[in-house]
């Protein structure tokens, strides 16, 4: 292994699209909660991430309610489903060929989300990751609240997240850690590391990148 550490963002990254909107979206398509209400929410949170200042705690806890008193066992049959119909297509192919390389390098790599654990897990199986950070989803006598777990992993959270999961798995600064990332919420973590690449950034990500004089990478979104 090599003493490289690999950061990649997920959505809009590696995936062409965001898995928290798809999986509400999927969720109301399935009738599994209702049209009206949820349509409505995702789309309002869905814009305010786009434009830098979502307010990620409540956007969580939206996002978690669809799980609600659910078990993990409840939901294994409708996550396989979501992956295959929805984020499979969704992968975008040459964001997986810079993992395959990265792979091949040996390096050492790190998924890093503001999308809740439960969706992210079977997605990163997916993608060859055995280190995921993510928001948490609380879980009580077998059963999902609805609520997150600790702090939510987008903007400092994430970074608050990283900085712990390095701490647990022997890394002890940001030397040699490249990060992958395509938001402006993700700023606090590019801040940190030694080598931020902006991936298709939004536009404020893409003028942070060019005052920085950061690297700008477009994958192309077949």
């Not at 990283?162 to 919420?185: A, H, L």
Request: hydrophobic letters at 40%; one cysteine or more; proline letters at 3%.
């Amino acid at each position: 292994m090599s003493d490289k550490l690999i950061i990649f963002d997920l959505d809009n990254t590696i995936l062409n699209g965001d898995s928290d909107y798809s999986w509400i979206k999927f969720m109301i398509d399935s009738d599994q909660v209702d049209y009206d209400e949820y349509t409505k929410k995702n789309e309002y949170f869905y814009d305010q991430y786009y434009q830098g200042n979502l307010d990620y705690d409540a956007w969580a806890e939206f996002a978690l309610s669809t799980f609600k008193d659910k078990t993990p066992e409840q939901l294994k049959e409708l996550l396989a489903e979501f992956l295959n119909s929805i984020i499979e297509p969704m992968i975008n192919i040459y964001a997986l060929r810079l993992l395959h390389e990265h792979s091949h390098d040996n390096d050492f790599m790190l998924l890093a989300s503001a999308t809740n654990s439960i969706i992210v897990q079977p997605i990163a199986e997916r993608l060859g990751f055995k280190h995921i950070i993510a928001t948490d989803a609380e879980i009580i006598d077998g059963r999902y609240t609805g609520k997150m777990k600790g702090e939510s992993a987008l903007g400092k959270g994430k970074l608050n997240k990283v900085k712990q999961w390095m701490n647990k798995n022997g890394f002890t600064n940001f030397e040699n850690t490249t990060f992958y990332s395509d938001s402006i919420n993700d700023l606090p973590l590019l801040l940190e590391v030694s080598n931020p690449i902006g991936v298709n950034p939004d536009e404020q990500l893409r003028n942070v990148c060019w005052e920085a004089n950061w690297e700008i990478i477009e994958l192309p979104i077949h």
